[in-house]
C-alpha cells in the first residue's frame, strides 16, 4: 500500500527517496493538522485557567497522554511523563534516580551499541558518583549475547540501561531477557526504546522493564515532544528532575512539596500542542496496525539486504533481517560514507553518514562512519531501486576500490 | 545529465580522487615542528597538520588523519600548495582558497590558487564546505 500521499512533504518531491527514518521521521497530514487544530480551537496554557479554554487546553493536554500511554499498553497514563524525547527522559532516570540511589563503588551496566543519548548520562553519573560504567561487548554479528551481559551483573549493580533497538545497526535486542536479569539482581533496567516505539508492537508491562524512553519525531509525530514510561513505584519514590511551575503542590518560603504524577516531572507550560500531535501519530500507526508496520519493514529490509550485499565491496555491519529493524549500515570499499551520501544526495536518496551518534560503537567496529538506510511506512521498492543505482553512481565515479 | 550530477561530476574529478588515494604530504614530520588537530565532530573527519617554520618560511608541512576524499584531497593539495611560501603568502592564498570554497566565481578562475581550482566545485554543497576547509583551518591556526 502506498502511503506516500498521506506525508505532504514526501507527496510535494516525488522525486525524494527518503531513506533517513532513523534520524526523524516524516510527518503525515493527520499530525500537522492535530498541531493547527490545536492551537485553533484549544490554545491557552494547561492547568492555569479557571476559564473555559484552558479547561479545553487542559483535556486536550490529558487526552493526548491517555491515547499514548494506550498504545504503549500503560494503563495508568500517570506514569507517562511528557519529555523532549528520548535524551531528556533518559537524563531525568540518570539524575533523578541515579542522583538518589547511585552511591561510589557501584556498577551501572550498558551495551556497546548505545546511542550517546544512553551512554553519556550514565557515564557522567558514574563519573559524578564515583560508580563503576560497565559496558557489555558485542558479538560480531553486532548482537548483545544475555549471557555476556549476565557475566557483567554483580551484587553492586543499581542500574542496566539498554537499547531495545540499535540506531546504528538496527539489531533488536533482548529486552524481556535482559529486564529480568535486571530484575534478579536488584538493579532497574531502562530501556531506550528510541527506535522501536517507531516501528514494533510495545507493551510497556510486557516487557518487564522498569523505565521506557521514547521520541516523537521518529514515530511520524513532532520534533521536540516524547516520554518516559516509569513503574508507579519508582517514579513516586524519585525526586524532582526540574523544579519550577506545575510540578508542586504548596510552595513555603523555606520549602515545597511537590505535586502528584505525572506533574512532578513536568515543570514549566508543557508542550501541549506537540503532544496532541503525537497522539495523532499514535493514532495514525494504530489504524495500521503495528504488526503490518513491521511487516512492512521486514520486507523491506529483506529485500534491501539482498539487493546491497550482492554488490562488490560493499560491507554491511550487524545481524539478519529477523533480528534487525529497517536499518542497514554499510561501507563501500573506499568511498567514503560522506562521499557516498552525498552522492545519493544527488540522485535524491537522504541518507545517513558518520558516527550516528555511537561513537562507542564505531570504536569497536573499528570504521570513523558508515553509510546507513533506514525504512518506515512510506517507503517502497522503488526507494530500494534508488538507492542501489545511486551506490553504483558512485562506483562508477570513483572507480575500483584501492584499498 | 541533471544539474546535480553534473555538480557531483565536477566535485568528484580525477585530481581530487588522485590525492585521496594518493595523497602527498601524508605522514609525521620529522625534527621539531607545531602540529594542530581540527576535527569535525559531526562527521568523524580528522587532520593533524604538522608544520615547522624557518624564519618566516614554511619549511616542513605534513598531515595525518582520515576522513572523506574532500577533507583529505584538500590536506594533500593545500600542504603541497603553501610548501616553501612564507606566512603571508600562503595566508593570502588560504583567504582566496575560503573565497573559492565559500562559492566566490572570481576567485574558482584565480590562477594563483592553482591546483586547488579542482576544489571549487564543493561550493555548490554547502555541507561539505566544512570537509573543504578543515586543513586550512589547521593551517591557519599554525601559522598563527
Ligand atoms: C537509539 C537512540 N537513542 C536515543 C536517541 C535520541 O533521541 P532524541 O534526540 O530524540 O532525544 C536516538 C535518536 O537519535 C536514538 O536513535
Redesign the pocket.
Known sequence: MNRRSDFPLLAMNPGLHYLDS??TSQKPRAVLDAIVNFYETSNANPHRGAYDLSVKATDAYHGARDRIARFFGVSDPATLIFT???????NLVASSWGGANVAEGDEIVVTGM??H??FVPWQQLAIAKRARLRICELEPDGTVKVARLAELVTKRTRIIAF?H???ALGTINPVREIAAIARGAGAISVC?G??SAPHLAVDFHDLGVDFY?F?G??MLGPMGI?GLIGRRALLEGMPPYQTGGDMIEFVKDADTTWNVLPHKFEAGTPNAANAVGLAAAVDYLAAIGMDEVRRHELALIESAMTRLSAIDDLHIYGPGPAQRSGVVSFTLGDVHPHDLATILDGAGVCIRAGH??AQPLMRRLNVPATARASFYVYNDESDIDALVAGIMTAKALFGPAHV | MSENAANIQAMYQELILDHYRRPRNKGELEGEHTTVAMKNPLCGDEVYLHLSLEGDRVNGISFTGRGCSISQAAASMITQAVKGKTSDEAEALGARYREMIMGDKEAATDKSLGQLRALSGVSKFPARVKCALLAWNALEEGLR
Open positions: 532513523a534520524a523532549r524525547g528520548t535524551t531528556e527522559a533518559i548505545e546511542h543519548a544512553n537499547s533497538v540499535s540506531n531506550d528510541a527506535q524512553a521520541s519525531h521518529k516524547g550516528h551518534c
